[in-house]
């Protein structure tokens, strides 16, 4: 699943290629909901990352990784105003992760 991450570990265009993966993740696939705190609804569109820093041995490549996202708050479209029917809260979330370098698969921690 992370093939071209792993392809590409070393060298500068890692970090392109692993955010390239990481958003090909379904939302269900991913962690965030435990860091949701106002709704559980995200905005898919509104994913993004940060490799903080990382790290490997032979089986494993290790990151640790800070997500940008924004859930979406529903609300009421007051005086008919569509534009406050939906409104959009920022949040963050800081995981581990392992690639493994065998199978391509990632895992969260």
Same mark, same amino acid.
């Given at each position: 699943?992370?093939?071209?991450?792993?392809?590409?570990?070393?060298?500068?265009?890692?970090?392109?290629?692993?955010?390239?993966d990481f958003?090909?993740?379904? =939302? @269900?696939?991913?962690?965030?909901?435990?860091?949701?705190?106002?709704?559980?609804?995200?905005?898919?569109?509104?994913?993004? =990352?940060?490799? =903080?820093?990382?790290?490997?041995?032979?089986?494993?490549?290790?990151?640790?990784?800070?997500?940008?996202f924004? @859930?979406?708050?529903?609300?009421c479209?007051?005086?008919?105003?569509?534009?406050?029917?939906?409104?959009?809260e920022?949040s963050?979330? @800081?995981?581990?992760? @392992? =690639?493994d370098?065998?199978?391509?698969?990632?895992?969260?921690?």
């Open positions: 699943m992370f093939d071209k991450s792993l392809k590409h570990w070393g060298s500068d265009e890692f970090s392109q290629y692993f955010k390239q958003n090909s993740l379904d =939302l @269900e696939e991913l962690p965030l909901f435990a860091c949701c705190t106002h709704s559980g609804v995200i905005d898919k569109d509104s994913v993004g =990352l940060r490799i =903080l820093n990382s790290s490997s041995d032979e089986q494993t490549i290790y990151l640790k990784i800070g997500v940008f924004c @859930e979406i708050l529903s609300g479209a007051c005086n008919d105003d569509p534009s406050q029917a939906m409104m959009f920022n963050y979330c @800081e995981f581990s992760v @392992e =690639l370098r065998g199978n391509a698969q990632v895992s969260f921690n």
